[in-house]
Structure formats: structure tokens, C-alpha cells
């Protein structure tokens, strides 16, 4: 049984070495040195459009807040998808249940990399693989905004996660696959200046590809059909196709886009729902040239047929 007793050992040996790689190569990278020094002091009047760009209060203000209480992002939201209930943390200036204790660095690293100040994974509910593609002045600026914002006290409740989605260490092998600074959507050269300022603010902050987009079985966005409409996460229902492919908003003009932004509604006077509500009420905060920059990039988009499977129609 010689061969047996080698068999097993050559097999002992390979796991081992596949565990160390595996552990090697999930370990959390944090940013590098180039890149931490363009994170000069920031400028808090330009945070705040970072700040309403990037849709903060949709997830980190607390449920049902209005008014002047989106702004104390304290959390608790629940986000119920098939991997777990994912719960946003508390982002205000409190320096023990908040982020009042963090520099700018660590802003950065979490947004940029998905590394939180401890060195561990976040996990891609919270958006980091959109916001990777964000510049580290805006990331500066943000911060700057942030910390005129009050503490507000509270720790959110923690995710509720099963085996293996509560293993953080994993994250890492998936970021792998789906953490890229690289844009999803390739202009032509001599592309015009507004359709480059939308797609930095869809692809990076505004973050609309992480809901507009199908999902493979990994939970990573399919690039191939970037913005083409996905199943929703939460419930039965879906997130609209917003290319100009069919079952998109293909007759919808760039002005049309550019006002749903601002006032929430469509071109047929019908009026935004659901999640959007709060999307829509963040880009209205936004300048009119950032609205119209987001359409003219959303025109640009290739068109793509609905990314999620047909609805089945009510029985007469």
C-alpha cells in the first residue's frame, strides 16, 4: 500500500500548497505610495457634489430620515440579496460608532480597494468596485465634505450572512476578478468632453452599473451587458434597462434623461419609484452640466436588449 501512503501525501501536499496560495492571494492591498500622495487636503464645497454623486445618504442615512436627517448617516439599512442580509455601517463623525476616527487615507482605501483600516475585506454591497474608478482628489474632497457632517451616535446591527459569505477573507480572491480602475465602457478618441465627464460620474461614483447591471452566479457585474437592466436584489422586481437597446430608453433624447434626473419624471409625465426615488432626489443636487453630462454618456452606452429574463404577464 506503498502507493496509497504516497498518494495521500502528494495530495496533502498540493492542498497545502493551494491553501497558502489561496491565502497569499486574497490578502486585503491596500493603496500605494503614488497614490496616497495625490490625496492633498480637499475642498469640502467640492466634496459635497462627490458626496450627492455618489448617492451616500441612500444607504447610510437612517431609514426613512427626511429633510436635514439624511445627513446623519448613522446606517442601518437593511439590504436583503441572495447572499445575506448586508447592513450599511454608521458614516458620520462619530469617532466610535462612526468614521470620525478615520484620515483620509483610510477614506481612500476603503473606497478605492475595499480595505477597511484594520486591514480586513468590505464586502462589495458597499460599492467600491464602481467607486475604484474614482480620482484620489475626489476621494480628498469627500473626506473634507464628511467631516462637516454631525456624529451622530449608534452602531448598525451586523450583517447576517451564511457560510461561506461570512468568510471576509474570501472577498479577496473576488476582488480579483471584478475590482478593476479600468472604465467598462471604451470612448472613441476626440470623444466629446461631456460624454467622458458622464461616464466617470456613472461608472465611478454615481455607481449606476451596480444596480442597472445583470450579476453572473459569482455576484460580479457582466460587463458585456453593462447597463442593460438586472433582476432586482431585493424582491421579484427588476432595475430597468437604461441603454438604448430594446426595452431601454432608446426614445428618450439626452434633454429628457437630463430632466428625469432633476425633477423625476419621465418623458411620459410618469413619475420615479421604488430605490430610484432616492437616486433621482441625489442627482437633483447636482449641477444641470452633470446631469447632462450623465445623459450624454447614457446615449453613448451600446445598446443592449433587457439583462434579466422576461416578465411573465398576468393571466386575463
Known sequence: MA???KLVGAALVLGGVGAVAAWTLSAPVKLDAETMAKLAPGDAARGKRI???????SCHAKPGSKGDGRLELVG???LKTPFGTFVPPNISQDPKDGIGAWSAEDLANAMLKGVSPSGEHFYPAFPYTSYARMKPADIADLYAFLQTLPAVAGRAPANSLSFPFNIRRGIGLWKRLYLS??????LPEGAPGPVIAGRYLVEGPGHCGECHTPRDLAGGTRKSEW???ATAAEGSGVVPNITSGEGGI???????IA????????????SVGGAMVDVQRNMA???????????????????HPNGYPARKKPAN
Open 181 to 186: 480602475q479600468q472604465p467598462v465602457v471604451s
Open 3 to 5: 502507493w496509497l501512503r
Open 259 to 270: 430632466n428625469y434626473l432633476e425633477t423625476g419624471f419621465t418623458p411620459d409625465f410618469d
Open 76 to 78: 442601518g439599512l437593511e
Open 285 to 303: 443636487q447636482l449641477a444641470p452640466e452633470d446631469r447632462a453630462a450623465i445623459a450624454a454618456y447614457l446615449k453613448a452606452v451600446p445598446p
Open 51 to 57: 458626496f450627492y454623486a455618489g448617492g451616500c445618504t
Open 227 to 229: 447597463l442593460a437592466g
Open 250 to 256: 432608446g426614445d428618450w433624447s439626452q434633454a429628457d
